[in-house]
Structures are given as structure tokens and as C-alpha cells.
């Protein structure tokens, strides 16, 4: 029989390593995708839908292109991996046995750690639009259009690490842009878990004091620890509460349930999945690659739409090559670019270089190889664009 490669999650690690199984076996190995979602909505540019520049189907892709990868796709939602005996149940019902599984589900949002959002969050109340683009990204917009003129918008972030370390910075900035053209006497507050901006912080800095001055204000060292759904209150660790009319709070993550289900969470206090960083597979299972946001990852390794299709493409070639007896590629070399909108048009971004270091079974960042840039441009945002656009032709085919 022909090897069964299983892929779960069809986001950016998931669909990436689904169709370089395909194409790196000479579409010989059979790969079935499976994700509930009838479509690809990305995360990255999601932010510009929040401030209002694009629409959510200027970000969603149809899979049909992984379909003419050969990819079969089923339309449902894993519920429990069984790795001794390799297979995997479906929520419908099913159950499909694998060769080798490649497990891509995202992060859950840990709505326990704080104080009442859970019960906030399933009113529509405080959203995230965190976990996953689509309704709840069209919602928290709305909830900006509803806003009266001289509300206030606060996220919350939570301390690292956490999906897209820039993402809360980009979308207080798209906030703020949305304000100061539609409702000028409105605020946007950033409260951040951690005691500095986490990524491209003087950048941020400089363009809230520039371009969005007494509208962002930033405040670092804030914890959320509850949020009072009535009074539109959030509560703290330490500092006083916060009053606000759009409540956005970002609690802390941990790789995505199915993960957590299968046992593979066993690294950062049950948070993370630990992989052999040579081929993604999972340190708890054997034939169970675990790449994107759900892995512990690698010193200075960001949890990024980018990195995610590195780390396939890596699992991808990994897979194929035991299944065929071929020789692993010794040495993986990964990039990441992560760019952020300041505006509609403006854009500035970090890039990084991670070299597998064998003696060391990890990655290093590749000295002087990376950066930040030194002002926001319209050519980077040019260059952000055709980034979205590489990598979902990249990820989807
Ligand atoms: P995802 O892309 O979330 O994919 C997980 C998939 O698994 C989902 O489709 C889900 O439906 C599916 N799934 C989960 N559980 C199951 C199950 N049990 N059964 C079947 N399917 C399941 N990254 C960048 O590189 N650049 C950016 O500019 C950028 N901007 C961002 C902006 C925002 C607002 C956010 C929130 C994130 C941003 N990111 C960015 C980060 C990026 O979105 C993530 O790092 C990336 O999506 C991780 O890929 P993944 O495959 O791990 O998870």
C-alpha cells in the first residue's frame, strides 16, 4: 500500500507540509488534510480588516489547490490521536490510521487564566480575534464601528511567548489609524503583560509618538488577572483597573488542544510541544511531526505565520524522506520576516536568519543575517503585500 501521510490543521504549517508531502514525493505518498474550515483565512493582514483598510476576503484563499496537489481534504475535526496505534478519530466519527502524522493545530487561548473571560468571551462580549481570523475579526471591527466618538480600545498581551510577538503592536497602530480618521476624540490603550515592547520596539515607539501622539498610550508590567464583563472593566496583577468600551484581551496561550489531547504538551510547564529540531518530530511520540505555533521553539525563534511554513517544509522533507529510505537533510536553515502595518499603506518589519546547529540539536539566530528596518515606508508595504501573496501560493498552491 502507498505510505498515508495525515495532516492536521490546515493553517499555515499544516497546508504548507500537505503540499510539499505531495510535491516532494513526486505526488507518490497519499496526504489527507484535516480541517473544519471550508477555507484559508490568514491571521497576518488580519489586523488591516480591524482597521478597517481591507475586507476579510481579501485575506481567505479557497483550498482548492491543494486539491490539485492531490491533497484529500476532509472536512472535520480531529478529537483524539492514538500514537500506539497510529491513528487518529475524527469528531464525525471516523478513524484514519497513518504512516506518519504531521500536527499543525495553532494555539488555544487560555480563557481560565483570567477572571471571567471565558463567560465575556462567549457573549461576544470581549473578543480576541487571536485564535483564528474570520467572524470574530469582522466582529471586534464592528464593535470599533459601534463605538462612540471618545471611547477607548485596550488590548491586553500576554507575557511571552505568544503567537506573533509584533501582531498586538501592529493592531494597536491599525486601532489608532481607524480613530484618528473616523473618531479623533477616541483612545487606544495598550496594556502588555511584559516590561517592554516585545518585538520592533523602538520602531513602535517612535510611530506612536509621530503619527498616533494622545491617541496610543502604552503601558507596560500590566497583567490582566480578570475582567468585568458589565462594567467593561479589566483588572490587574498589580497596577489599577482599566475602564474601557472595546475590550480586547489576549490571554496567555499553549499549543492547540488536539496537542494537548495526545500528551505532546510536555515542555514550559505543560504549555508547548517539544520536537527534535533536526525533522520536527515530537519528543512524546514517535511518527508525530509537531511544527507552527503549537512547539516550543527554538531561543529567538518567533511563533509566526512564516516560521510555520519553514518548519513544513523541513517536517515535509523529513517525512518523505523515511518513508523512503532516504538520507535526512542534515543541516536545516530557516528564515522569518515579519512585517507590520502602521497604517494603511506604511509598513515596517524584523527579519531573522535560524541556522540547526547539530552539536547543539537547536537553531541559532545567524549573526548580523537580520534586522529591523529604519522607518516605516510605502515600499515595504508593497513588500508586505507580495510577502501575503508568496506565501499563500506557497501554502496553498
Ligand atoms: P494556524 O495557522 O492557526 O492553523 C491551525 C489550523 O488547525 C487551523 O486552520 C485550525 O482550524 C486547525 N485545527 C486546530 N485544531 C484542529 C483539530 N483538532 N482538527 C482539525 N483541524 C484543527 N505571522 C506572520 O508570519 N506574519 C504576520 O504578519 C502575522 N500577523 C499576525 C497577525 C495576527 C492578528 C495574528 C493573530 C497572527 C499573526 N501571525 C503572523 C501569526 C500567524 O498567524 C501564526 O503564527 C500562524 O498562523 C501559525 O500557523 P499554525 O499552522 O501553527 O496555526
Not at 505568544?162 to 483612545?187: D, I, L, T
Not at 505555533?293 to 517536517?315: F, Y
Not at 528564515?335 to 506604511?346: E, H, I, L
Amino acid at each position: 500500500a502507498r505510505a498515508r501521510v495525515l495532516v492536521i490543521g490546515g493553517g499555515y504549517g499544516g497546508a504548507t507540509a500537505a503540499r510539499y508531502v505531495r510535491l516532494l514525493s513526486d505526488h507518490q505518498m497519499e496526504v489527507v488534510l484535516i480541517e473544519p474550515n471550508e477555507a484559508f483565512v490568514s491571521c497576518p493582514l488580519s489586523n488591516l480588516v480591524i482597521g478597517g483598510s481591507r475586507q476579510i476576503a481579501e485575506v481567505t484563499t479557497p483550498y482548492d489547490g491543494l486539491a490539485r496537489q492531490g491533497v484529500t481534504r476532509v472536512k472535520d475535526t480531529a478529537r483524539a490521536i492514538d500514537p500506539q496505534r497510529k491513528t487518529v478519530t475524527l469528531a464525525g466519527g471516523a478513524t484514519i490510521g497513518y504512516d506518519k502524522l504531521v500536527l499543525s493545530p495553532g494555539v488555544e487561548l487560555l480563557f481560565d487564566s483570567i477572571e471571567g473571560l471565558r463567560a465575556a468571551h462567549d457573549i461576544g462580549r470581549v473578543l480576541q480575534a487571536w485564535q483564528k481570523a474570520g467572524p470574530e475579526t469582522i466582529a471586534l471591527r464592528q464593535q470599533l464601528e459601534a463605538m462612540r466618538d471618545g471611547g477607548v480600545y485596550a488590548i491586553t498581551i500576554p507575557e511571552q511567548p505568544y503567537r506573533c510577538p509584533p501582531g498586538p503592536y501592529e493592531r494597536a497602530c491599525q486601532v489608532a489609524w481607524y480613530f484618528r480618521n473616523a473618531k479623533p476624540r477616541s483612545k487606544v490603550l495598550v496594556l502588555d503583560a511584559n516590561p517592554d515592547v516585545v518585538s520592533k520596539g523602538a520602531l513602535f515607539k517612535r510611530v506612536w509618538s509621530d503619527q498616533y501622539k494622545g491617541i496610543i498610550e502604552y503601558r507596560p508590567q500590566h497583567k490582566a488577572t480578570a475582567v468585568d464583563a458589565r462594567a467593561g472593566v479589566i483588572r490587574f496583577e498589580v497596577e489599577e483597573d482599566v475602564k474601557a468600551d472595546v475590550l480586547n484581551v489576549l490571554p496567555p496561550m499553549r499549543a492547540g488542544a488536539i496537542a494537548v489531547q495526545a500528551g505532546l504538551n510536555n515542555m514550559a510547564g505543560q504549555r508547548w510541544c517539544g520536537v527534535d529540531y533536526v525533522d520536527f518530530q515530537s519528543t512524546a511520540a514517535r511518527d508525530i511531526h509537531v511544527i507552527g505555533d503549537a512547539i516550543q521553539v527554538a531561543p529567538a525563534m518567533p511563533k509566526s505565520g512564516h516560521m510555520a511554513n519553514a518548519h513544513a517544509k523541513v517536517a515535509a522533507a523529513a517525512v518523505v524522506a523515511e518513508l523512503s529510505g532516504w538520507p535526512l537533510t542534515p543541516e536545516p536553515m530557516l528564515t522569518n520576516t515579519c512585517y507590520s502595518f502602521v497604517d494603511d499603506q506604511r509598513v515596517i518589519h524584523v527579519a531573522s536568519v535560524h541556522a540547526y546547529v547539530p552539536d547543539e540539536r537547536t537553531y541559532k539566530a545567524v549573526g548580523a543575517s537580520g534586522g529591523v528596518s529604519p522607518a516605516p515606508t510605502e515600499l515595504e508595504g508593497r513588500y508586505a503585500l507580495n510577502w501575503a501573496r508568496n506565501i499563500w501560493a506557497d501554502t496553498l498552491g
